[in-house]
């Protein structure tokens, strides 16, 4: 998750010029339909912030202008799906914390609730993990690498069993959030590969040691670049990593890039990833401009459809990263969210 909450804008003067209203009261331009697909493809949302948001007093609008829960009105927009992210011993920081065992089994069974599936994520930190961190949690700091083997197990098995007694069982659970480079760093760093895999395989085990039908998930950002995901899983499979699916991230905006240059890059990789590896693969991530509401709604129109042609039906589906996490709350720029509290059209894509 290559996210600097706190993003800088180059110009802000520059978003002085335009008013919210100007810039996401366009309505998408119609487009082809979306191939059908078997009604389990996976269309979702990670929505760890949620819960602070709500108990900050922000609230959530529909259309209409009444007040309406977040996660209803991620699903008026077609989505089925949450991720929640775990961390495990978080600070009450409004951006930086929460996302405990406690508030992940309550946001997951109010999920359910709604009738929506759940992915869980496990960062293994206290605080964010990504490809430019993997800072262990600070009760984990001195352990050895038999420790931390444990401490993964036993971290996951604590958090999916809560989960399973609360009557939530998650569908997928992701051992590591964007971890090119390892994680628990440095003993979990690409650096110390097989120690790296002791531990992904200890998630692995404690996960299925809860219930064998829940599909594990290895997450790699910058699911455009093959070369990247051919090397990680390469030594993956060197290493005899165990995971079912191959989650990736895909962010134009990170690369610099319109999606329209990288669009094709992320098909050829999904594809290659099924064909090299036999794994079914997920966009666990993505995201676009708030502000460039018609940008983002074709981005989002042309990744469902680029998953939903993996061949046999192996691509699982697409989750977008905090859409509900509106800028002039959370600092993040790729939230698909209106400052007057409205979704943005933006998620249209997703019906």
């Given amino acids: 998750m290559k996210k600097n909450i706190f993003i800088l804008f180059s110009a802000v003067m520059l978003l002085a010029c335009f008013s919210c209203s100007s810039q996401t009261e366009i309505a998408p331009k119609p487009v082809e339909p979306i191939t059908s ?8 949302a990670d929505v760890g912030w949620l819960p602070q948001m709500e108990a900050t007093g922000y609230r959530f609008l529909d259309q209409d202008g009444k007040v309406k829960d977040a996660l209803q009105l991620l699903k008026d927009r077609g989505m089925n799906t949450v991720r929640l992210r775990v961390w495990v011993n978080p600070s009450n920081h409004k951006i930086d914390g929460h996302c405990s065992k406690e508030e992940t089994v309550t946001m997951a069974v109010r999920a359910q609730k709604l009738g929506m599936r759940v992915m869980i994520n496990f960062h293994y930190s ?10 262990k949690p600070l009760a984990w700091a001195n352990h050895t690498v038999a420790q931390l083997k444990q401490d993964v197990y036993n971290h996951t098995f604590d958090v999916i069993s809560a989960l399973k ?5 998650p569908e997928w659970v992701q051992v590591g959030n964007e971890i090119p480079g390892g994680m628990l760093w440095p003993e979990g760093s690409t650096t110390n590969w097989s120690q790296l895999a002791q531990f992904l395989n200890s998630g692995y085990d404690a996960v299925k040691a809860v219930d064998s039908k829940i599909k594990v998930v290895v997450h790699v950002d910058e699911g455009n670049n093959n070369a990247k995901f051919r090397w990680f899983f390469d030594a993956a499979t060197a290493q005899n990593v165990k995971y079912d699916i ?18 094709a890059d992320l098909s050829t990789n999904m594809n290659d990833m099924v064909a090299r590896y036999n794994k079914d693969v997920m966009v666990v991530e993505v995201g676009g401009e708030y502000d460039k509401v018609q940008n983002t709604y074709d981005m989002l129109r042309a990744t469902i459809q680029a998953v939903k042609n993996v061949p046999n039906n192996r691509g699982l589906g697409v989750m977008y990263w905090e859409p509900q996490g509106e800028k002039t709350w959370s600092g993040y720029s790729l939230s698909a969210w209106q400052a007057d509290g409205k979704p943005s059209p933006a998620l249209d894509a997703f019906k």
């Fill in 37 to 44: 697909m078997p009604t389990t493809f996976v269309k979702g």
């Fill in 126 to 135: 206290d605080s964010w993990a990504d490809p430019a961190k993997q800072n």
């Fill in 165 to 169: 007694q609360a009557g939530v069982t």
């Fill in 246 to 263: 191959i989650g990736l991230s895909y962010y134009p905006y990170w690369i610099q890039k319109d999606y329209t240059q990288t669009i």
